[in-house]
């Protein structure tokens, strides 16, 4: 069984503070999704990283999916009460169709 | 525009009161998923569909079954709902082929209230 860790599990932070969120795993994957979650919504895909060491930008968040490509990172420049939500990683475990993995999720807030 | 389309929203049923949810998606995907969430946890598997092939966890209580009579539908029956099965349900979908053939795309989920 694969199982995919994340940490850390809570987070409170002031607002304007740097962030980083971690997705580690034994385990190999072909590719890796970060999702947010607002509460009483379903997860909402931020980025897929798929080559190993590669970095994706979106705004203020920064992803780099590790060398090995059994681990990730989702950094948060100067976070926001918006930014506040549950992160999800989740891992696939080669191309094409495969059952995903998700990790238990980190649960974020920012405080004005 | 949403593309994965959950009915209803909020569902309040019964102990033991038959309920089913349904899925509807706009992106032809070929595999479509339906997790339970709980309050603070992860989405676990239920179970999904790759276009017919019907693929349950083993872990999956007898009690939640489903349906796809169609590509763009699908439906969750549970069908003697217990104050456990009390959860958002997420209905998800994913193309099922090439790199992106893993990424999900998930429907705004189904709250299910058991009384």
């Known amino acids: 069984t694969q199982l995919l860790e994340q940490s850390p599990q809570f987070l409170s932070i002031q607002e304007g503070e740097n962030l980083t969120v971690y997705c580690n795993s034994s385990?190999?994957?072909?590719?890796l999704q970060w999702y947010r979650q607002e509460p009483g919504e379903g997860p909402v895909l931020l980025v897929t990283v798929v080559t190993g060491g590669e970095v994706k930008k979106l705004k203020r968040l920064t992803f780099q999916f590790g060398d090995a490509r059994k681990d990730s990172s989702l950094h948060i420049t100067a976070a926001q009460p918006g930014d506040t939500g549950l992160y999800l990683c989740?891992?696939?475990?080669?191309?094409?169709?495969?059952?995903?993995?998700f990790g238990i999720g980190t649960k974020l807030q920012v405080i004005p | 525009d949403a593309m994965v389309i959950q009915n209803p929203r909020y569902q309040v049923t019964q102990f033991g009161k038959p309920v089913t949810l349904s899925c509807s998606q706009t992106l032809n995907h070929n595999v479509m998923y339906w997790y339970q969430q709980k309050s603070s946890q992860a989405p676990k598997l239920l179970f999904h569909?790759?276009?017919?092939?019907?693929?349950n966890e083993a872990d999956t209580p007898d009690n939640f079954q489903s349906r796809r009579p169609n590509t763009s539908f699908c439906f969750l029956d549970i069908r003697s709902p217990g104050l456990g099965d009390a959860a958002m349900y997420l209905c998800a979908t994913s193309m099922g082929q090439g790199y992106s053939g893993n990424t999900i795309y998930f429907g705004e989920g189904s709250w299910l209230t058991v009384v």
């Open positions: 989740a891992g696939a475990n080669s191309g094409g169709y495969q059952k995903v993995t």
């Open positions: 385990s190999v994957f072909s590719s």
């Open positions: 569909y790759y276009d017919k092939d019907f693929n």
